[in-house]
């Protein structure tokens, strides 16, 4: 099986996730196409193959001589739940040339609105008809790992020692590394392959909180509410208003933080309002979440009682920290990149990855693009020239 139709193959396979369950994995869909892949994983004669009962895919390639450090590759299984996933039909451009990409009758990949595209003239391209999202993130990911882990077992003249590989589910939930067993691993290190352009390779990400801000209201009928009434939803909007107009997503760039107001829901009674807090420096997260509280304070006061309470919860930290204290990781993906004749490109992550939590769970784990861009809905594409290109680097990389 070739790299396309082993990605065709999976994202055949609907594996969204979904937030609001309380199941391990949060869809049973993904145990679905999780025991495909142990099935496929064994017929390439990978060792010590284990599904465990959270949905974690483990596996090992056994080593054939090369003495490198133990390493590890990581996707996720799981596809967003920001667009449908189900019925994906897939659309491939050969030799792409530049031009924008009929979708269907109503969209188009265009160049000039999506600019990446401009890079990845001349190669061969799937997309979706617009519908629905592709599963490149992170299909793209898994693909090329089993077909690393394929040219590996077909070319033993490579030596490499042994390399660990994992499949978690929920990432894009921000689970995926719940249940994630890093002594079960048995890795020094590891890469998640789980990016957009493969010229790119990440080692830092947001520090990332969230913000569940509850409003007490007053409710008294609008009749007779003179004086009386405090609108929960009114006041919901003076809190907003009252953080930095300029830390919102819509503003900011490359390492610079936000707020982001992601729900709203209430009525005059109560209101709830859930943000994400994020930020590269840790410092100025801290001043964010002052903000917050600085905004609560005030209003309390003005209300004249206690009508806001705001509960905040780490969600993962920045893995530049720990990474940075390993430097050969970095080094080895460099040097494996140019080996490939890729110009490589260090960039942050402006979000996270099951990367940045298993690298709390002393798992240092910076991250290797696909190929894909346009993640979570039907603008998604992948490069297939790309992700040759990534089974050569992750060849080149445990390459003795």
């Known amino acids: 099986m070739n790299i396309e139709e082993r990605f065709l193959k999976y994202i055949s396979y609907n594996t969204q996730c979904d937030e609001h369950s309380s199941t391990v994995p949060s869809t049973s869909n993904q145990l679905v196409f999780a025991r495909e892949l142990v099935k496929e994983m064994k017929e390439l004669n990978i060792s010590n193959v284990e599904l465990s009962k959270e949905g974690v895919i483990y596996g090992t390639i056994k080593g054939n001589g090369g003495k490198q450090d133990i390493i590890g590759f990581i996707a996720h299984m799981d596809t967003s739940p920001d667009a449908s996933g189900e019925n994906i039909k897939p659309q491939i451009i050969r030799n792409y040339d530049g031009n924008a990409i009929k979708l269907n009758q109503e969209l188009s990949l265009n160049p000039q609105e999506f600019p990446k595209l401009k890079k990845l003239v001349g190669h061969d391209l799937i ?84 913000a569940q801000v509850k409003i007490k209201g007053k409710s008294i009928h609008p009749g007779s509410a003179k004086g009386k009434m405090i609108n929960a939803s009114r006041v919901a909007i003076k809190f907003d208003q009252l ?33 994400i807090i994020r930020n590269h420096d840790k410092k100025i997260l ?35 920290d720990i990474v940075l204290q390993h430097p050969k990781i970095i080094e080895r993906l460099k040097n494996a990149m140019e080996k490939c004749g890729i110009e490589a490109q260090a960039q942050p992550i402006r979000g996270g990855t099951d990367g940045a939590l298993l690298t709390y769970k002393n798992l240092p784990c910076p991250n290797i693009g696909t190929g894909g861009g346009n993640f979570h809905g039907p ?22």
Request: glycine share 6%; charged share 25%.
């Open 379 to 400: 603008f998604e594409y992948v490069s297939l020239t790309s992700m040759k290109k990534g089974v050569q680097l992750l060849i080149e990389l445990v390459r003795e």
């Open 127 to 210: 997309t979706t008809d617009g519908t629905t999202l592709l599963g490149a993130d992170d299909k793209a990911g898994i693909a090329i790992i089993m077909s690393m882990a394929q040219y590996l077992s077909n070319h033993p003249e490579i030596k490499h020692n042994d390399i660990q590989i994992a499949f978690t589910p929920d990432e894009e939930i921000g689970r995926g590394s719940d249940h994630f067993d890093v002594d079960r691993f048995h890795s020094q290190y590891a890469y998640t392959i789980d990016g957009d352009e493969i010229d790119v390779y990440n080692y830092e990400n947001f520090n990332a909180y969230s």
């Open 286 to 320: 801290d001043q964010q979440i002052k903000q917050f509280n600085r905004a609560k304070d005030f209003l309390n006061e003005q209300y004249g009682y206690h009508c806001i309470d705001v509960q905040f919860t780490e969600s993962y930290l920045n893995m530049a």
């Open 243 to 275: 953080l930095s107009e300029f830390m919102r997503p819509e503003y900011t760039e490359k390492y610079e933080g936000f707020n982001h107001l992601h729900h709203i829901e209430g009525q005059c009674e109560y209101c709830q309002m859930d943000y």
